[in-house]
């Protein structure tokens, strides 16, 4: 079965979000979080603060992005069910960093600055940081619900909320590295390198797809 093409309306709407979080992050960036108002996101985007709630119900989320969330979900679905809970989480992680920081040669895509601005505000604001901890957490439930049939029972379920926190805050520490050198280093490299380190060599190589 051919999978569902969005709706012009559906399009529409993912372009609107796109443009107000664009806005919101590049003022963030230049001014400081809590200079900026929703009210001269609203104005930047040339949208209404009323457009602004639709899409974004609180400040905190015009910097939160959803999209690695889904990736990382469907890619751990999507992993063979025979291999170890660490590779399949650790691989997933390691793919969708790879199809969200795409690189034209060497510098670095716009979605991967768009990354690196959303993570440094994270990381620089208490109160994103707060709602960065809730997503992590909202995350390894993601994973652990992808793992299906693999999870029925509360021993299995428990190794994989253990393995998927492991795999997380290995990620959490590369992604940090990644905004402390200014993106210099890839970032699916340095996931991988810190899933070498905590788990070994060879559950990470064998994460990755062939």
Same mark, same amino acid.
């Given at each position: #079965?051919?999978?569902?093409? *969005? ?19 590049? %003022? ?8 900026? =108002?929703? @009210?001269?996101v609203a104005k930047a985007a040339d949208v209404s603060a009323m457009t602004v709630f639709r899409h974004f119900p ?21 992993? *063979?069910?025979?291999? *170890? ?5 650790? +691989? @997933? ?8 920081? +795409? ?18 505000? #994270? ?6 940081? /707060? ?30 909320? /253990?393995? =998927? +926190?492991?795999?997380?805050? /290995? #990620? ?17 490299? %340095? ?20």
């Open positions: #079965m051919s999978e569902r093409r *969005p709706t012009l309306r559906e399009r529409q709407r993912s372009e609107t979000r796109r443009v107000i979080q664009a806005h919101a992050v590049r %003022l963030f960036t230049d001014r400081g979080y809590d200079a900026v =108002t929703v @009210a001269d609180t400040k905190e989320d015009l910097v939160l992005i959803d999209q690695p969330a889904r990736l990382i979900a469907e890619r751990v679905a999507a992993s *063979p069910a025979t291999h *170890p809970l660490v590779r399949r989480v650790g +691989g @997933a992680l390691v793919d969708a960093a790879t199809a969200l920081t +795409g690189r034209d040669g060497d510098e670095p895509a716009a979605n991967e600055r768009f990354l690196l601005d959303c993570l440094r505000l #994270m990381v620089s604001t208490p109160a994103l940081r /707060a709602r960065h901890l809730d997503s992590q957490y909202a995350l390894q439930q993601a994973i652990v619900d992808a793992l299906g049939d693999d999870t029925a029972d509360p021993d299995t379920a428990f190794r994989a909320q /253990a393995a =998927t +926190g492991a795999c997380l805050a /290995a #990620m959490h520490t590369a992604l940090t590295r990644w905004a402390e050198d200014n993106g210099q280093t890839e970032l699916p490299e %340095l996931i991988a390198r810190a899933l070498a380190a905590s788990f070994g060599d060879d559950v990470v190589a064998t994460g990755r797809r062939d």
